[in-house]
């Protein structure tokens, strides 16, 4: 399967539920293998915020990213219809602190995301594949989360609120191809003793009764629904059959599993890859969902970073040398990199072509030459040179500086005719032109070189 992107822009706006802010959104098309990045032009710069489960800084009632003190609050049901139309690169441009409640649930985004359509891109769609039964489990809550082997991507939920409104509900998702007409119409919901919470402590300003399912366990006397329909601003409130209140018609019979599995969808985005595999999830929740994808990031980067990355040397690189010179200043004999096959937010995947004819193989050793160990980290730390400049405008105008390599090993020898596939990943975020990597060089599937790499960048 190949990434893809939008076809066109696509503009919304809205009030953000918590917040009461009114938020301009606008999702833009991007380059492939960029991801999901979330961007405030509201603010000088325009900072943007990586949909990473490492940049979720709380999850009260939604999840909410940040970085540098820059924050994007509410990002679950825009996450959930991206990854329900299978897209992987987008900008998510937002000209406030949150993203618009709409109507409650993803029906809106999905709706103009199918209208506006998706384009294919040249890269292969990324997936983390489930090869094993992976469990999470809270005693204190009794949530549990279990992912399984499957070829493709399955949900199942089950929420128990020991409600007799609610009772014990279940939702199913047999593959991402549902979503649209099966979850993504779902709407929020919370019971009325909750509301009045949230109400109490000023943390429902974008409250809107068509836009919340609202749940009435108890009767609840005249005085009250008054007061409910003044602070949402309607004439009248009543609980309809089925305790709901707001004369709000439920669109499915298990609408709040159904909206509680669209959550878990929105949250797994964050993981950063499609899954191949089937989640069940008891009794999830925001805070449970980002700790088990958490979870699932740290055996999938485990797993990425002892595999080789897979190359079609058929197709062009990204970067041959003519274009890697425009971004190093080296040159030979001592640019070691051939080619740039990859680029991401926090990656690079690089490859050194190792010939016979190189000048270092003269004396090193004649007769039965093997390439020195001090290049192949040369190699990959020139490689993590474009990762750090690939983050600035103008690369040709800055120089990039080693400070440290730490846990270097030397696993194989590497001789004339091999090919090194480098993958450089950050250990922790590019900030003030540092950059913090750990790296691997692999020849025919096994690692020959690594190590971790401390960089920075300055201007000429």
Known sequence: MKQKTLNNKIYFSGVGIHTGVFSNITLIPAEENTGIIFRRNDLENSPEIKADVRNVISTD??????????????????????????????????????????????????????EIGTKEQSSEKRFFEISKRIEYTDEQSGTEYIALPKSDFSVEVE????????????????????????????????????????????????????????????????????????VFGKEDIQVQKGGILNNLELRHENEAARHKLLDVVGDLTLLG????????????????????????????????????????????????????????????????????????NDSIVGVKHVKEEEDYFKGHFPGAPVMPGVLQLETMAQIGGVLILN????????????????????KRKVVPGDTIVFRLSLISPIRRGLCHMHGKGFVNEKIVVEGDLLAQIAKK
């Open 61 to 114: 009632r939604s999840t909410n990213l940040g970085k540098d003190g820059v924050e994007i609050n509410t990002v679950e049901h825009i996450l959930a219809a991206i990854s329900g139309t299978e897209i992987d690169n987008i900008i998510i441009e937002i000209d406030n602190i949150e993203v618009p409640i709409m109507d409650g649930s993803s029906r809106e985004f999905i709706k103009k995301i199918s």
């Open 159 to 230: 929420i128990d609120y020991n409600s007799k409104i609610l009772g014990i509900q279940q939702a199913k998702l047999n593959t991402i191809s549902d979503f649209k007409n099966e979850i993504s119409s779902s709407r929020t919901f919370c019971f009325l003793h909750e509301l009045e919470q949230l109400l109490e402590n000023n943390l429902i300003k974008g409250g809107d009764i068509n836009n919340a399912i609202v749940i009435v366990e108890n009767e609840i006397d005249k005085d009250k629904l008054s007061n409910l329909a003044s």
């Open 273 to 344: 890859r499609s899954i191949k595999g089937k989640i069940i999830a008891k009794k999830p929740g925001h805070k449970h969902n980002i700790q088990f994808t958490k979870k699932l990031q740290q055996m999938m980067n485990e797993k990425i970073n002892k595999t080789q990355p897979e190359i079609d040397f058929s197709t062009k690189p990204l970067y041959d040398r003519e274009k890697i010179k425009e971004i190093l200043p080296h040159r030979d004999p001592f640019l070691f990199i051939d080619e740039i096959r990859e680029i991401g």
């Open 391 to 410: 983050t600035v405008p103008d690369p040709e105008n800055y120089l990039t500086f080693f400070m440290k390599i730490d846990n270097a090993k030397f």
